[in-house]
């Protein structure tokens, strides 16, 4: 089935003559000086050069912003996006203007019909990345196939919390006929629940690149009859009741605007009371509902507030049956930038009955 749903793409830059080209070797920090005025400069010759540029980018931020606070990291993050945005690279005929540079496949995908024009460096490493993510898939301990990661959809790289739901799955026992997934992502929750059995899951998502590559994913497979997809808010069309509704939501307070994929890990204040109610209304009486969480918020000190805790405490719609903990293992290649919450991370499983 042909979809309408319209993508998330980086939006294409149109081509004007008076941008200065960087290579290397050039005086870095004349360029970004002009950089921090505001001036966007070109690469190029190779497209190892754009890779340079952004690291000096990074080593004169690490000299501003040495502090390694959450809140300092997240100034770093947002300067770092403003300077490395102003560095441009040329398409013509879907390919990339710089010698060495990376084939990718999304740009014949995304831009069939548009032959010239600009995009930043970095939205071009994250769809780089996201290119080979696609092509190679990842594996996922839990899950018996890879996963096929869409552009810019969220997917799991730490995998605690599906270990907690695949052991939950493991002992539940209730009925299986069906289960909604809010916040479907690249499908993972979705598809534990078909390999423990569930005949039917009714999946959303707002981010319309989830829904499109799930769709594409599953093809016509004997998969695409077990999940279905609605581009949606919270439950979408999804009216009916059923036995088990499942959540991993963003986990961290909203504290800019949002878009594209940061609606995958910042909230607003409205999500949680919404979905909450919502839940409500299509949770069979003898159901469940499963949240995600983590204390990663708690930690690193952004917020006191526990959604979850706050539905329980003040909702009147649900009781706690369990609620399940595990430590996030810190990388072994821990490197000096990881910060020291790290160590405490949990991530939780929420499971909750109707009142
Ligand atoms: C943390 S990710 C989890 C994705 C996937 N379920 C998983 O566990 O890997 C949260 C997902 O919820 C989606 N999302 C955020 N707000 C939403 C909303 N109001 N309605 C539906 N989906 C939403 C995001 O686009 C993202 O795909």
New binding site residues.
């Given amino acids: 089935m042909k979809t309408q749903i319209e993508i998330n793409k980086p939006e294409p830059i149109p081509v004007s003559a008076e941008v200065q080209s960087y290579t290397n070797g050039n005086d870095v920090e004349l360029t970004i000086e002009d950089l921090i005025q505001g001036k966007s400069v070109l690469i190029n010759e190779f497209y190892n050069d754009g890779v340079s540029l952004l690291q000096e980018i990074h080593s004169y931020l690490n000299l501003k912003l040495p502090n390694k606070s959450f809140k300092e990291q997240q100034k770093y993050r947002s300067e770092y996006f403003k300077l490395s945005n102003l560095v441009l690279i040329e398409v013509v005929d879907q390919e990339l203007c710089a010698k060495k540079a990376p084939s990718i496949g999304w740009l014949e995908k995304f831009y069939p019909e548009n032959n010239h024009f600009f995009l930043t460096f970095p939205q071009v490493q994250g769809m780089n990345s996201a290119w080979q993510w696609y092509q190679n898939g990842i594996s996922i301990p839990v899950l018996r196939n890879k996963i096929h990661p869409y552009y810019g959809?969220?997917?799991?790289t730490r995998f605690e919390?599906?270990e907690v739901f695949d052991n939950w799955l493991k002992r539940y026992k209730g009925p299986k006929k069906t289960a909604i997934?809010?916040?479907?992502?690249?499908?993972?929750?979705s598809f534990q629940m078909v390999q423990y059995g569930f005949q039917k899951v009714f999946a959303?998502?707002?981010?319309p690149n989830?829904i499109v590559g799930l769709q594409e994913f599953m093809g016509t497979t004997k998969l695409s009859r077990k999940i279905e997809l609605d581009a949606?808010?919270?439950f979408?069309k999804w009216g009916k009741q059923t036995e088990l509704i499942v959540f991993?939501?963003?986990?961290l307070p909203k504290t800019h605007e949002l878009g594209g994929?940061d609606?995958?890990?910042y909230?607003n204040e409205k999500?949680f009371p919404e979905f909450f109610a919502e839940a409500k209304k299509r949770l069979l009486p003898d159901g469940k509902l499963v949240v995600?969480f983590s204390n990663l918020a708690q930690i690193t000190k952004v917020t006191n507030k526990h959604p979850i805790e706050t539905e329980l405490a003040e909702g009147g719609r649900f009781q706690l049956e369990n609620c399940y903990k595990k430590s996030v293992r810190t990388a072994s290649n821990k490197t000096k930038r990881d910060p020291h919450w790290r160590s405490l991370e949990e991530v939780e499983l929420w499971v909750l009955n109707n009142n």
């Fill in positions: 959809t969220y997917f799991p919390h599906l997934d809010v916040g479907v992502g690249c499908g993972v929750l959303t998502d707002t981010n989830s949606g808010h919270l979408g991993n939501p963003p986990w994929i609606k995958a890990i909230y999500l995600f």
